[in-house]
């Protein structure tokens, strides 16, 4: 799939039963999909093995909220949605103006980490020369600014919410979006964060998961193992749009010494309705891997 399919280094497990790890961090996260034949496609970027969080894991693109995501000057960039209907997009449970943050974060952290924008620039602009930029530090309300972009964060189909364990030294807060890449667009990783990008079925990347050829976080994996449900980019957003994102909390168990990821409605887990379909736990195989069940 990527790396030529060598095996992926797999993250050790950073828990602590006893910590009561720091509040989430808001973030936000972009499944991109695209059409291919009779299936789709989803990117993925593999984060550099250096990294703090999800070292050499394969994810989507996405990011945490930056402050600089609500300036009133670069949401005056955002088409599509309205303060108030962006908050309704989320659930309706935050600010107006945090929510449109939330969006454009998804639709910055997508292009910096893939070269794909939600939106359109001015004419003549150079979308690889402008996401160079934004890797050198231009700030990105300079960069679309000078590009004259519209960010379309109606191209944003909210998704779920997951929330870091308070056991984990690092937690976000992320929501997820479903969004169909732009024709014509090419997406790549940004060979800082990430250091491999590709484009794969959903079913392939469970599959290289499975038998050790990469690594999917756990709110990954589950993403991935539901939209293989679906035959289309347009089923999927349909499915997305008619229900409210789901809140997932999970937490982490320690089962005789074997580590399990319960989320709502397994008997490990304090809220006992199942929110989110497929099975209520992960399970870490001795390989380190967590896989659904």
Do not use: N
Request: hydrophobic content about 45%.
């Amino acid at each position: 799939m990527t790396d030529d399919d060598r095996p992926a280094v797999v993250r050790t497990l950073d828990i602590d039963p006893r910590r009561d790890g720091p509040p989430p961090r808001p973030a936000a996260t972009v499944v991109l999909l695209r059409d291919v034949g009779s299936a789709f496609e989803v990117f993925l970027v593999r984060r550099t093995p250096g990294a703090a969080f999800m070292a050499g894991a394969h994810v989507f693109p996405g990011g945490k909220l930056d402050d600089s995501d609500a300036s009133p000057e670069l949401l005056e960039h955002v088409d599509g949605l309205t303060l108030a209907s962006a908050a309704t997009h989320l659930g309706g449970d935050l600010d107006p103006a945090v929510a449109m943050a939330l969006h454009v974060a998804a639709i910055r952290e997508t292009f910096e980490e893939s070269g794909v924008l939600l939106g359109a620039t001015g004419p003549g602009v150079s979308l690889p020369a402008l996401r160079r930029a934004l890797l050198s530090g231009t700030p990105f309300l300079v960069a679309m600014r000078d590009a004259r972009a519209v960010l379309d964060a109606a191209a944003l189909v909210p998704y779920a919410r997951w929330i870091t364990p308070a056991v984990e030294k690092r937690r976000f807060d992320a929501r997820f979006f479903l969004a169909r890449a732009p024709d014509g667009m090419v997406a790549s990783h940004d060979a800082g964060e990430t250091v491999a990008g590709a484009w794969v079925t959903p079913r392939h990347a469970v599959a290289a998961h499975l038998d050790g050829r990469l690594e999917l976080p756990p709110p990954t994996l589950r993403t991935l193992e539901a939209l293989s449900a679906f035959r289309s980019v347009d089923e999927a957003c349909d499915d997305a749009r008619r229900r409210p994102p789901p809140v997932i909390r999970p937490v982490f168990k320690d089962l005789e010494g074997r580590w399990v990821l319960a989320l709502p409605g397994d008997p490990e887990h304090p809220e006992r309705a199942q929110i989110i379909a497929g099975p209520t736990r992960f399970t870490r195989r001795p390989d380190g891997r967590f896989v659904s069940g």
